[in-house]
């Protein structure tokens, strides 16, 4: 008796307070290209005159003024890979940091000058608003943001890892102990799966409420083959971005290596990218990146390969949302184009499948295999027409993970 009533009197003070509480704090973890990047320069090189070569800190990823003069933030940001250490470093006179870890700033947005162009420079900043609109989440209390050098896998990512599972239990405790819940889009679920892989049942039982994971490419995804061999011109038109003025970029950042397709969702025979003198599958990387003349990309998918392509379960609840519907690069055709230059400096026919549109649908729904391996819920929800990127602005995305939230 005595019992119920403080339970009742506890229910009556209590309750009506925490109500107006988020339950749940949130982590938000972006993909590749999905942070804020800033650079400080102290040059003696720069490839052309008018590329800075000294600088105070300045926004380098993502700046419209950047991709003016892409040669200069390609030079700026391009990774240099030692071959026998197998690190990567950046351009000598080049220092990059990642601001406002912790804070959701830099993962909202990605130009911080950003009302210029409104929606299109956008990141998580729909979902957060939607989230302090509907739920009361606080910006920097109860929802924060883990930016990190996106152009590296998580093999050299280490103090970032151990910096994110600081960042939880930190969140954790900023808010009375709850679990936290993480969100993370595209690369960013594949880093959360290897946090998590590297983390304690105990642990994970105490931190984290579930995983939510937006488009993850779980097993790989054919695009970056492109990236590699002829550049990507990232949705831009070929006009202003050039795909091999952003090759050089593209194929020096880990992170290429580590998303291109996996043996374990694609199978031996099946051709990925033809080209006039041979066609190349998921078994033939080597000869691809020997063909291309790069053959240090290779090596960067030797180091990359096998950190997460087990998918060893999470073992948190998993809420894998997706996009469907969306024609996506299932293989990519340089046959028919003139020979005046190699293959591979040419842009390709390009044979689509389905996906979101920049993960074929095979690898968006690989986290399916968990239902199988761990104990705990993996829910699966696809959203037609829901484009990777533009996936973040969906209000019924953003819905379901309120659901989520509201458990
Ligand atoms: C948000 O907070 C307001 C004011 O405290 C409260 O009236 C409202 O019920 C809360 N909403 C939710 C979803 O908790
Ligand atoms: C810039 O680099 C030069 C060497 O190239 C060095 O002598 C100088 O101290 C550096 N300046 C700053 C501000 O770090
Ligand atoms: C490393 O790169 C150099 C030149 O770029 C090349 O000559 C050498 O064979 C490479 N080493 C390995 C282990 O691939
Ligand atoms: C988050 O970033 C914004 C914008 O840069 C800044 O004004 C704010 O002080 C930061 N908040 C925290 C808690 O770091
Ligand atoms: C590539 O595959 C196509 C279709 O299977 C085949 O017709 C062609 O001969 C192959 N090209 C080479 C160089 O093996
Ligand atoms: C999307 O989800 C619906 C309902 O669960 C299912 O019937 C359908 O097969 C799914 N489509 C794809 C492409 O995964």
Not at 69 to 80: E, F
Request: glycine letters at 8%; aromatic letters at 12%; one cysteine or more.
């Amino acid at each position: 008796m005595i019992g119920s009533t403080l339970l009742i009197l506890v229910f009556v003070f209590v309750g009506p307070a925490l109500a107006d509480q988020p339950k749940y704090p949130v982590i938000l973890v972006p993909g590749d290209g999905g942070c804020q990047f800033e650079a400080r320069l102290n040059k003696t090189d720069s490839p052309h005159w008018y590329c800075s070569k000294q600088s105070d800190w300045f926004t380098l990823w993502l700046s419209t003024l950047e991709l003016e003069v892409v040669d200069c933030l390609v030079d700026n940001m391009k990774l240099l890979y030692n071959n026998v250490s197998r690190v990567t470093f950046n351009t000598p006179g080049v220092e990059i940091r990642q601001p406002g870890f912790g804070n959701t700033s830099t993962v909202e947005w990605l130009d911080p000058v950003h009302p210029v162009f409104a929606g299109k420079l956008s990141y998580f900043y729909y979902l957060v608003e939607f989230l302090e609109k509907h739920l009361n989440y606080t910006r920097n209390v109860n929802i924060r943001g883990a930016p990190y050098d996106f152009r590296k896998a998580p093999n050299e990512m280490h103090a970032y890892i151990d910096q994110l599972v600081a960042l939880i239990e930190e969140t954790s405790s900023m808010n009375g102990g709850q679990k936290v819940v993480l969100v993370g889009h595209s690369m960013g679920c594949l880093y959360m799966l290897y946090m998590l892989n590297g983390q304690s049942q105990a642990w994970k039982d105490k931190f984290i409420r579930a995983m939510v994971t937006l488009g993850g490419p779980w097993g790989g995804s054919v695009k970056p083959l492109r990236l590699m061999a002829s550049g990507d011109s990232l949705g831009q038109s070929t006009h202003i971005i050039k795909p091999l003025e952003v090759r050089p970029l593209q194929r020096s950042i880990p992170s290429t290596a580590f998303l291109m397709p996996y043996d374990t969702f694609w199978a031996d025979d099946e051709i990925l990218v033809y080209a006039p003198s041979a066609n190349y599958t998921v078994k033939k990387y080597k000869e691809f990146f020997h063909d291309i003349e790069f053959p240090d990309g290779f090596l960067m998918r030797q180091d990359t390969e096998n950190l997460v392509k087990r998918l060893d379960p999470p073992a948190v609840e998993v809420h894998c949302l997706y996009g469907v519907n969306v024609k996506t690069p299932g293989a990519f055709s340089y046959l028919d184009l003139p020979a005046s230059c190699p293959w591979y400096d040419y842009q390709p026919h390009v044979i689509y499948e389905d996906g979101d549109g920049t993960v074929n649908l095979r690898s968006l729904v690989g986290c399916e295999r968990w239902a199988k391996t761990q104990k705990q819920g993996v829910f699966m929800k696809n959203f037609t027409g829901a484009e990777h990127l533009e996936m973040l602005q969906r209000v019924d995305i953003q819905q379901y993970i309120k659901d989520v939230l509201s458990k």
